[in-house]
């Protein structure tokens, strides 16, 4: 089946640092892509989305690149902070009429003093 | 905080005991979501509700049984759950469950299965 998927399992960065965390994704259909952040023991909150007909989108220290090209999405965090240190999901929704979410495996991010 | 609660944090239940996890929200959402997460792993989605009328079953077991009693609130009644069951359950809602809106999510029910 279709699947969402990171390449990278932990990344270590230092703080103050950029990170880039990427994610690759295979149904060429899905419209609407969304960054979680979800730290030890609480749900996933959300970051920053993106719709399909946008490439690039910017947040507080945060931005959002997409690829329908090549099918990738990154997320670009600035000036790393320790409370940054979580794992990083990808999602994308797949266009069922409903908002059937797809979540890549994680990327655990590491950000060290 | 989160704007979407979940009861009880913690749940430790026997193959046979029966069960229900809650969740609320009073965002004024009518889409809600719930889904599994097992430890390191992604979280799965299990069934979407849109106005108050279940739309998504993803070929969940029927030991777990969905509601929906208005639209602000979630159950998901447990009853002979297998140890492999035991995760952590996540709710989540949206403003409409047909458009390109952002799920907030609870921070989710443990539940281990003895």
């Known amino acids: 089946g279709e699947s969402v998927g990171l390449h990278l399992p932990t990344l270590s960065v230092q703080e103050g640092d950029n990170s880039i965390i990427n994610c690759a994704y295979s149904n060429s259909a899905s419209d609407y892509f969304i960054w979680y952040k979800q730290e030890s023991g609480k749900g996933p909150q959300f970051i920053i989305d993106?719709?399909?007909?946008?490439d690039k989108r910017q947040g507080q220290r945060v931005t959002v690149l997409l690829n329908k090209t090549v099918k990738h999405l990154s997320l670009q965090i600035a000036a790393t902070q320790p409370g940054d240190s979580a794992v990083y999901f990808c999602?994308?929704?797949?266009?069922?009429?409903?908002?059937?979410?797809?979540f890549g495996t994680g990327t655990r991010l590491l950000v060290s003093p | 905080d989160t704007e979407v609660t979940q009861t009880p944090k913690h749940l430790v239940m026997g193959m046979t005991n029966k069960k229900s996890l809650k969740c609320e929200q009073h965002m004024g959402h009518r889409a809600m979501y719930w889904y599994k997460q097992k430890a390191k792993k992604p979280p799965e989605l299990m069934f979407v509700y849109s106005y108050e009328k279940l739309s998504i079953n993803e070929s969940v077991p029927s030991r777990f049984s969905p509601e929906c009693p208005n639209s602000s609130l979630l159950n998901l009644h447990l009853h002979a759950l297998q140890p492999e069951d035991s995760a952590l359950y996540l709710c989540?809602?949206?403003?409409?469950?047909?458009?390109?809106?952002?799920?907030?999510f609870g921070d989710g029910t443990r539940l281990s299965i003895l």
């Open positions: 989540a809602s949206s403003p409409t469950a047909g458009v390109n809106q952002p799920q907030h």
């Open positions: 999602a994308e929704k797949e266009d069922t009429g409903f908002q059937k979410l797809v």
């Open positions: 993106i719709r399909s007909n946008m």
